[in-house]
């Protein structure tokens, strides 16, 4: 371990500290929360996304940041796919166990919304899937965009006012391994059961754990930048 890891490890503790003990902090984040849920969902993602790529680089180059690398234009990218995310969280947990009530499952939304349960377990499985098989290939592939905008710019804060060169990127990227590894594998044997349980969540954790969630996203992409890198050799 580097003395930036130790560095980064207390840090961490010490940002969280104060949300275990004190009430009074972990309560006005809990009112803030419930009253602006979509400002936390851009500062939620924003800061733990971004600091997810922040490990998924040190896993491939030993360092959290480097000239190039752009944190800030991230988080900014990341706070704003923060908002489709708990956009997408309500859409999908209102809708599908409606779209179930429809098929003959009746006690789907209200099963949802009540205690642990099998109808509950298997209504958030299907929340979740339907998500992660529609939005999250779509929600990834445009960060994959945005991602190598904010590179081939130097990271520079500019990048984010000027054009992204959607068609050209969009060719230039390996879906092989978009495809056998972002898709194939992440979205079915990580994605769809760690929100399964996300959804299991009361409403007002849920966005929280997913952002949470992210700083695994940055491992996954660190390991995609690998296999990439390896099938360019």
């Not at 006005?28 to 929360?33: D, L």
């Not at 006690?107 to 929340?127: D, H, Q, R, W, Y």
Request: proline share 5%; net charge positive.
């Amino acid at each position: 371990m580097k003395k930036t890891d130790a560095f980064i490890i207390a840090g961490i503790i010490i940002l969280l500290s104060p949300f275990f003990i004190f009430p009074q902090v972990f309560h006005a984040y809990e009112t803030f929360n419930k009253e602006h849920g979509m400002v936390m969902a851009f500062i939620k993602f924003g800061i733990l996304a971004t600091f997810g790529e922040a490990v998924g680089l040190r896993i491939k180059t030993g360092v959290y940041n480097h000239k190039g690398f752009g944190l800030i234009p991230r988080a900014i990218v990341w706070g704003f796919l923060g908002l489709t995310i708990a956009a997408a969280f309500k859409i999908f947990a209102t809708g599908v166990p409606v779209f179930l009530a429809y098929l003959g499952k009746a006690n789907a939304p209200e099963a949802i919304k009540g205690v642990f349960s099998l109808t509950k377990l298997c209504t958030a499985f299907a929340i979740s899937a339907a998500m992660n098989v529609t939005y999250a290939p779509v929600m990834m592939t445009f960060h994959k965009i945005t991602d190598t905008h904010i590179l081939s710019n130097g990271g520079r804060f500019a990048c984010l006012f000027r054009p992204i060169k959607f068609a050209d990127i969009f060719v230039s990227i390996n879906w092989r391994v978009q495809w056998n590894f972002v898709f194939k594998k992440t979205i079915p044997f990580f994605w769809i059961p760690a929100h399964t349980i996300t959804f299991l969540l009361p409403p007002e954790y849920q966005v929280l754990f997913a952002a949470a969630l992210s700083v695994a996203l940055g491992i996954f992409l660190a390991v995609a930048s690998v296999l990439n890198q390896e099938k360019q050799k």
